[in-house]
């Protein structure tokens, strides 16, 4: 079993900053990409940052400048240090692991998981 716990969400106020943290627990042997992902109230959820096995990032338009993604390769962890935040960064942060392969049952399995969400308030 894989399973994928954020931390680090919270309340901030405009300007302020938060750093997001999640770790993937299980006999996991390679993850090829970690993202984190936003949702907010009444939108689709949109892709905020990606960094792969290879350290490349890859951010939205939107937080280009304000956020910085990064990995701990051998922890299984990615990280999203968000400065500058602005109401309009409000939403549940998701992290997702893509091409994550763990062994279980006695055999290789490789698929894509998420974690249960973080809510982030920006908000005076």
């Known amino acids: 079993q894989v399973h994928l716990v954020e931390s680090g969400g919270g309340l901030v106020q405009p300007g302020g900053s938060l750093r997001l943290s999640c770790s993937a627990s299980?006999?996991?042997?390679?993850?090829?990409?970690m993202s984190w992902y936003r949702q907010a109230p009444g939108k689709q959820r949109e892709l905020v940052a990606t960094?792969?096995?290879?350290?490349?990032?890859n951010y939205a338009d939107s937080v280009k400048g304000r956020f910085t993604i990064s990995r701990d390769h051998a922890k299984n962890t990615v990280f999203l240090q968000m400065n500058s935040l602005k109401p309009e960064d409000t939403a549940v942060y998701y992290c997702?692991?893509?091409?994550?392969?763990?062994?279980?049952?006695?055999?290789?399995?490789?698929?894509?998981?998420w974690g249960q969400g973080t809510q982030v308030t920006v908000s005076a």
């Open positions: 960094i792969t096995s290879g350290s490349v990032t």
């Open positions: 997702n692991a893509d091409g994550l392969t763990y062994w279980s049952g006695g055999r290789w399995r490789t698929g894509s998981y």
């Open positions: 299980g006999s996991i042997f390679n993850i090829n990409a």
